[in-house]
T-cell receptor, first 117, second 114 residues
Framework: KAGVTQTPRYLIKTRGQQVTLSCSPISGHRSVSWYQQTPGQGLQFLFEYFSETQRNKGNFPGRFSGRQFSNSRSEMNVSTLELGDSALYLC????????????????FGPGTRLTVL | AQSVTQLGSHVSVSEGALVLLRCNYSSSVPPYLFWYVQYPNQGLQLLLKYTSAATLVKGINGFEAEFKKSETSFHLTKPSAHMRDAAEYFCAVSEEDSNYQLIWGAGTKLIIKP
């Protein structure tokens, strides 16, 4: 089975621009989560989607948004980029969404490294 | 609030020596606990997870971890380090208070000396 794929792998943008990142989960996985990883803040949860619905959202401003399509592929968008948005954005997929009794392994993609100048 | 503390941002061991990476959590109820590994320029890979079954959990690549409720710890060990173990290791916890989302530790970089 192919793993989680993320495109693009690297992006350079300037402040004020917007960006869209894409994630294709493992075939059959319907839950997709997004994380931001920075040296200062570490790994932080952005949001989780299941069956095209956002189930959970982390503590990020409204500039960060996402969506999931019927084929489970997901995109996240960041508008009005700031220097502090420079990070590695990781996508993870699992069979079922997070919840009581669900300890499905999350499988991570290689990430998209976003640099904001 | 839930938190995960990994003691030591960097741990250095000699090849063949015991690896011990520490993780402590704060949680009011027994959580689910995870260890992930991240190699340079790659995503994270699950090493092992505790889901309220056996307290000693065996994972991939010879790693294991023991859940100790009284100490709120979930330390990761490996009897004999290999050069290929050099990577960053993350401990994570999930429980009802966080809607079962993963709360991550800051990570520990494991350095293997030849």
């Amino acid at each position: 089975k192919a793993g989680v794929t993320q495109t693009p792998r690297y992006l350079i943008k300037t402040r004020g621009q917007q960006v869209t990142l894409s994630c294709s989960p493992i075939s059959g996985h319907r839950s997709v989560s997004w994380y931001q990883q920075t040296p200062g803040q570490g790994l932080q949860f952005l949001f989780e989607y299941f069956s095209e619905t956002q189930r959970n959202k982390g503590n990020f401003p409204g500039r960060f948004s996402g969506r999931q399509f019927s084929n489970s592929r997901s995109e996240m968008n960041v508008s009005t980029l700031e220097l502090g948005d420079s990070a590695l954005y990781l996508c993870a997929s699992s069979l079922r969404p997070s919840g009581v009794g669900s300890t499905d392994t999350q499988y991570f993609g290689p990430g998209t490294r976003l640099t904001v100048l | 609030a839930q938190s995960v503390t990994q003691l030591g941002s960097h741990v250095s061991v000699s090849e063949g020596a015991l690896v011990l990476l520490r993780c402590n959590y704060s949680s009011s109820v027994p959580p689910y606990l995870f260890w992930y590994v991240q190699y340079p320029n790659q995503g994270l890979q699950l090493l092992l997870k505790y889901t309220s079954a056996a307290t000693l959990v065996k994972g991939i690549n010879g790693f294991e971890a023991e859940f100790k409720k009284s100490e709120t710890s979930f330390h990761l060990t490996k009897p004999s380090a290999h050069m290929r173990d050099a990577a960053e290791y993350f401990c994570a916890v999930s429980e009802e208070d966080s809607n079962y989302q993963l709360i991550w530790g800051a990570g520990t970089k494991l350095i293997i000396k030849p």
